[in-house]
């Protein structure tokens, strides 16, 4: 049997002290399966969740550790959170408090396994929480978590994207006409309605409302060989004719199809989760890049939806099947919502704009998101390159044009300097 | 309430010969076995329609999850309404579903009942009396999730082989996505059954089925799995050889991940394929043969929505909500010879995001291949939490009727009441030696309505099996010929079958 490296050997009095640790680490474990099998969760609603979710851990422990400030009075709409009472807290306690609350809210509609999976986690989180702490002290800060995690429930209930229906594909809905908009690239029923449409007009975190990280116009519409939008559809269609085994491998790396995958912004949260691990990160750190991140993806989504819907453009599918070759499949599975630009490049250039901030440029890691779906885990040099894979994935899979990736990546950094404003630290 | 343009539409075909829509009434009939349990029940809830007393009728074995199983004595008479009466001395508690067949070929039908737990094979002893035979066939049952079946007999085989596929880790709690546990392949071995062969990957089966997919005399094993929990997973299909070994992409197997609950099989279209219809939820799947040029590739083109049959959602109730669909079964229930398809549905357990008032569905084959929802005018309207269930003829008068299992609900049952439907031929198949009811055979019936084409299987559905003689529509035509083409491949001589006869096709 092989011999672990002295750093990754069990520490188990290590391992007792760091229970604030384990109870994050076990509740975003199972928070990435339950977005995995929760119907309703879709990228841009995932990318929601894990924003308010590591906020609900931030600000549980902003109340009681002076060196954290609270985002209240910094993102919209969240005002003063609960304040702790004088008497003595534990932080794993209170945070144990919070995410049961917090993510048993979230996951109300998840399914009977999701139920009882929640149900095991919570039992098993609040022993591993309250081993040697006061049941007076356990009592309150589980109780002061609650409080703190219901606030923020209350706030979020009011930003437009709490409420979702049919899994998010509206029962109504009119295509716009002309040749170069969106128009249903599957024979699934439910998916000839595009996802979110109104995604766009929720209430962000800290971009503005408008005018925050638009995007330029998607190029012209033609059918012409001999224009740009022409050239863009033909690499497409080039690069699916010639890929490469690493490239296929790159494409379903970065798939993160929804119900079968944690979705693009739970990779991101996988990522950050085996690094914690690593490096035993401590709780505060955790919970302050797991909300900031958080609020990168899900404004992410909403401005990329903003500008889905703003132009609405075609998918490579539907354009090549009626210009260039008929019969053309490309390698992954069109996903049920406009083309430009790519939600996957602009929730990682979200990503990794603010995770380079807290890490630097060349910070190494190895992402093994999907080791158990039989995919093997991929080094990157930095969160940077990982980014630019996951967008160019998206041309390798032949569901977006070369734009849609460049620019929302690029809509993605822009996103993360309006997160980065933000203050965790007094 | 909002209202909302059904899909359907544009698949409608003009409206002119529209099928002609069979009438059902709901019976009290004596069927009293709710499917029962929490968590792990969740899925099953089967039936086994097949006659344990060699009176011709069929009797009805239903599964009763956590609570005991219930055998049925089918005491309908020809044409009249459905009765049946509980048989005593089968205590079989924990069954998610059952297939009946004659495993040792001794010309009484037996059991293969499917178990939270050790899985039973059940020996007819006959007058639907029953003993276990695990110890005496060398059938090691097991201690798992039992949610699939299917059995064939290979080539040779005097003993059927038996697919058994299971689900998920039932011990764990905080993570079982990706629990899947192993399905297995129980071969032949003297008088009974080798060890298990486990069928690696396994991905949360919900139905197998034994199928000659390419019509080429080879039946493999179709798998349809529950993305809900596996973890690179798909659906499968198996070679059936020596050792079993999946069908790739570089042989043309295409991926598909859906939460596959059932599967239908039929040659819609006698054009030598089958069709098969997959069972989800929000989207069901009807798969037609699509293979490259001058090649025979399982690879399927997904036609349920060019065909009006996605049934993604309640076509009545007001409960806009995705469905959620389990048992499906292709028959004629209008006797105008097409293939019809019935559909049972019930959300999973108060999951808020797929619709509570589910009805099930009985679509209804046009000439043109599309399909026209009729469960409701045809009176089979129901909103109860179906899943498994039976499409089959309880009082001989050749007209289907309708059984569904529900869960924590007793069974329901529909009598075709038609007045005027076509006329039908029932073809029962027996020949000596081993695989007496002939599994794995191909019936064709040729009449002026065209050639039909079935393939006699034991498997698919959602863990509800059939040993009944198997009924053709044929319309106005007012005569037939069938054939069988035997599982060996050697084929019969057509036969002259009159409108309302029931013909046993020996060797």
């Known amino acids: 049997m092989a011999t672990l490296p002295a750093a990754l050997a069990p520490r188990p009095a290590f391992a007792a002290e760091r229970r604030a640790e384990q109870v994050l680490g076990q509740w975003y474990k199972l928070l990435l399966e339950l977005i995995r099998h929760t119907a309703t969760y879709s990228p841009p609603v995932a990318a929601r969740s894990f924003a308010y979710l590591g906020i609900t851990a931030f600000e549980a422990q902003a109340t009681g550790t002076p060196a954290l400030r609270s985002l209240a009075g910094q993102v919209a709409g969240l005002t003063a959170l609960p304040a702790r009472d004088a008497a003595p807290h534990d932080e794993a306690c209170v945070l144990q408090g919070a995410l049961s609350h917090a993510i048993a809210a979230h996951f109300g509609n998840t399914g009977p396994t999701g139920q009882r999976a929640m149900q095991a986690m919570e039992k098993r989180l609040s022993e591993v929480a309250m081993a040697g702490v006061g049941q007076d002290v356990a009592d309150r800060s589980l109780a002061h978590g609650i409080a703190v995690s219901q606030a923020i429930l209350d706030w979020s209930a009011s930003d437009g994207g709490a409420v979702i ?78 890929l490469t085994d690493e490239q296929k491998v790159i494409a379903r790396f970065w798939s993160d199809d929804p119900m079968l995958s944690p979705t693009p912004p739970g990779h991101w949260v996988s990522i950050m989760l085996q690094i914690f691990d690593r490096d035993a990160t401590p709780v505060d750190r955790q919970a302050e890049v797991l909300a900031m991140l958080g609020m990168a993806v899900s404004d992410g989504f909403v401005q990329c939806w903003r500008s889905k819907f703003e132009y609405d453009l075609l998918r490579p599918i539907t354009y090549i099947r009626r210009v260039i070759d008929p019969n053309w499949e490309p390698l992954l599975n069109t996903p049920p919502f406009p083309e430009y630009p790519s939600g996957h490049s602009t929730q990682s250039g979200a990503a990794a704009g603010v995770l380079e901030a807290f890490y630097g440029p060349d910070f190494a890691f190895e992402d093994a998101t999907h080791e158990d779906d039989g995919i093997a885990p991929r080094p990157f040099a930095g969160f940077a390159e990982a980014a630019e894979e996951a967008a160019i994935s998206r041309l390798y899979g032949g569901i977006h044009f070369p734009s849609a990736n460049k620019n929302g990546l690029e809509q993605g950094r822009c996103i993360a300097s309006h997160i980065l404003e933000l203050k965790t630290r007094a | 309430m909002r209202k909302v343009l059904p899909l359907l539409l544009l698949a409608s075909p003009a409206l002119a010969d529209e099928p002609v829509t069979p009438q059902f009434a709901k019976e009290t009939t004596g069927l009293a076995t709710p ?103 060398g059938f090691d049952g097991g201690d798992a999730w039992s949610t699939a079946f299917a059995a064939t007999w290979e080539t040779g085989a005097a003993w059927p082989t038996l697919a058994v596929g299971n689900y998920i880790d039932r011990k764990e709690e905080a993570f079982p996505w990706g629990s899947c546990t192993d399905n297995w392949l129980h071969r032949p071995a003297d008088k009974g059954f080798a060890p298990p062969l486990p069928l690696k990957p396994s991905f949360c089966a919900l139905s197998m089925l034994f199928t000659d997919w390419a019509n080429n005399g080879t039946r493999d094993l179709r798998v349809s799995n529950d993305r809900e929990y596996y973890k690179g997973g798909q659906e499968q299909l198996w070679h059936m050889e020596a050792e079993p070994r999946l069908w790739t992409d570089k042989e043309g197997w295409k991926r598909l991940r859906i939460w596959g609950m059932g599967i239908a099989a039929r040659d819609l279209d006698a054009n030598g394929f089958n069709e098969y219809f997959l069972t989800s939820m929000a989207d069901n799947k009807l798969q037609v043969l699509v293979p490259p040029k001058d090649q025979t590739l399982p690879q399927y083109a997904d036609q349920a929505f060019k065909r009006g049959a996605t049934a993604h959602r309640p076509f009545t109730g007001g409960d806009l909500r995705p469905s959620t669909a389990w048992h499906a079964q292709f028959e004629d229930v209008n006797n105008d010879g097409l293939a019809d398809v019935f559909v049972v549905k019930g959300n999973v357990s108060k999951m808020p995001d797929f619709a509570q008032k589910d009805p099930n569905n009985l679509m209804l084959q046009r000439a043109d291949g599309t399909f026209l929802e009729v469960a409701e005018t045809a009176g089979a309207l129901s909103f109860a939490n179906g899943r498994g269930g039976a499409v089959a003829d309880f009082n001989a008068d050749g007209k289907l009727d309708l059984l569904v299992v529900n869960r924590r609900e007793a069974p329901e049952i529909w009598r075709n009441v038609s007045e005027g439907l076509g006329g039908f031929v029932s073809v029962r198949l027996s020949q000596a030696g081993a695989n007496r009811d002939a599994i794995g055979a191909w019936v064709e019936l040729r009449s002026e309505a065209g050639l039909q084409r079935r393939e006699i299987t034991v498997g698919g559905g959602h863990m509800s099996g059939q040993l009944v003689s198997w009924h053709f529509g044929i319309g106005t035509a007012d005569s037939a010929e069938v054939r069988v083409i035997w599982p060996d491949g050697q084929a019969s001589d057509w036969v002259a079958a009159q409108p309302g006869e029931a013909i046993t096709l020996k060797r």
């Open chain 1, 165 to 242: 229906e049919n899994m998010g594909f509206p029962y109504e809905y009119t295509l716009t006409e002309g040749p170069g908009h969106w128009v249903p690239t599957n024979t699934t029923a439910v998916q000839q309605h595009p996802l979110l449409p109104t995604w766009g007009q929720n209430r962000t975190f800290a971009i503005p409302m408008t005018g925050g990280c638009g995007l330029p116009p998607a190029l012209e519409y033609s059918e012409d060989p001999a224009s740009a939008f022409y050239a863009e559809a033909k690499t497409v269609y080039d690069i699916s004719k010639s």
């Open chain 2, 35 to 137: 499917y029962m349990g929490d968590w792990q029940y969740m899925v099953g809830g089967g039936a086994a329609v097949f006659d344990c007393d060699a009176d011709a009728r069929p009797d009805v074995f239903i599964a009763g999850g956590e609570g005991p199983a219930g055998l049925y004595r089918n005491l309908s008479e020809p044409g009249g309404t459905l009765k049946f009466a509980p048989v005593e001395g089968v205590s079989e508690t924990g069954v998610t579903g059952a297939y009946p067949l004659d495993i040792d070929s001794d010309g009484v039908t037996d059991l293969a009942v499917l178990r939270v737990g050790e899985n039973h094979l059940m020996r007819g002893l006959g007058d639907c009396r029953f003993e276990n035979a695990n110890a005496a066939w």
